[in-house]
């Protein structure tokens, strides 16, 4: 089945700097990559997603990039900001009848004043 | 938010008990997949339930079991309780099946003593 590899595990970053966040995938045949933002004792909260179709997908200060030749995503935040700390979990989908995600293991990022 | 929710929102059992959590999807959602969080890790997928049939299902044993309702609400079973099964339990529902977005519900946390 499929495995997500996510580093690095926590991230510290002074407010209006860049954070990166990256993901690897073994299984060829997914085509969905979603990132989800779960701060404290609350529900995982999609941010951006991208599909294999597309190499990379921007949102404000959100963007996604996906590289399906050597199966890894990144999550880019640019000016950051304080909200923007919590723990952030790439996935991928299980293509097939069912829309499984496989989850990475998630990246506590941490924006400092 | 979503309008996927949960209930109840936390729930304390003994071990070899028996309990039931609910979802109700989002409005005009056909698709509810449940997961498992354990504390510190990312959700991981227990089974997934489109048009009230199970459409795929993760690691997880027997004593894991769902439903799902005419009306696309669904209910996760959860026989015989381990103290391992302690861990946030979150339903998201999505259109499809077929890699649609998927929409967390606020979870359910489950502790087992």
């Known amino acids: 089945g499929e495995n997500v590899e996510q580093h690095p595990s926590t991230l510290s970053v002074q407010e209006g700097d860049s954070a990166v966040i990256k993901c690897t995938y073994s299984?060829?045949?997914?085509?969905?990559f979603p990132w989800y933002k779960q701060e404290l004792g609350k529900r995982p909260q999609l941010i951006i997603d991208i599909r294999s179709n597309v190499g990379e997908k921007k949102d404000q200060r959100i963007a996604v990039t996906l590289n399906k030749t050597a199966k890894h995503f990144s999550l880019h935040i640019t000016e950051t900001q304080p909200e923007d700390s919590a723990v952030y979990f790439c996935?991928?989908?299980?293509?097939?009848?069912?829309?499984?995600?496989?989850f990475g293991t998630g990246t506590r990022l941490q924006v400092t004043l | 938010e979503t309008g996927v929710t949960q209930s109840p929102t936390h729930l304390i059992k003994t071990r070899g008990q028996q309990v039931t959590l609910r979802c109700s999807s989002q409005?005009?959602?056909?698709?509810v997949s449940w997961y498992q969080q354990a504390l510190g890790q990312g959700p991981q997928f227990i089974f997934q339930?489109?048009?009230?049939?199970?459409?795929g299902r993760g690691n997880f044993p027997p004593r894991f079991s769902g439903l799902q309702f005419p009306n696309y609400s669904s209910e996760l079973n959860v026989n015989a309780l381990e103290l391992d099964d302690s861990a946030l339990y979150l339903c998201?529902?999505?259109?499809?099946?077929?890699?649609?977005?998927?929409?967390f519900g606020p979870g359910t946390r489950l502790t087992v003593l």
């Open positions: 299984d060829s045949a997914s085509n969905y």
């Open positions: 996935a991928a989908s299980d293509t097939g009848t069912a829309s499984k995600l496989t």
């Open positions: 409005s005009g959602h056909n698709t």
């Open positions: 339930y489109y048009r009230e049939e199970e459409n």
């Open positions: 998201a529902s999505s259109l499809t099946g077929a890699t649609d977005t998927q929409y």
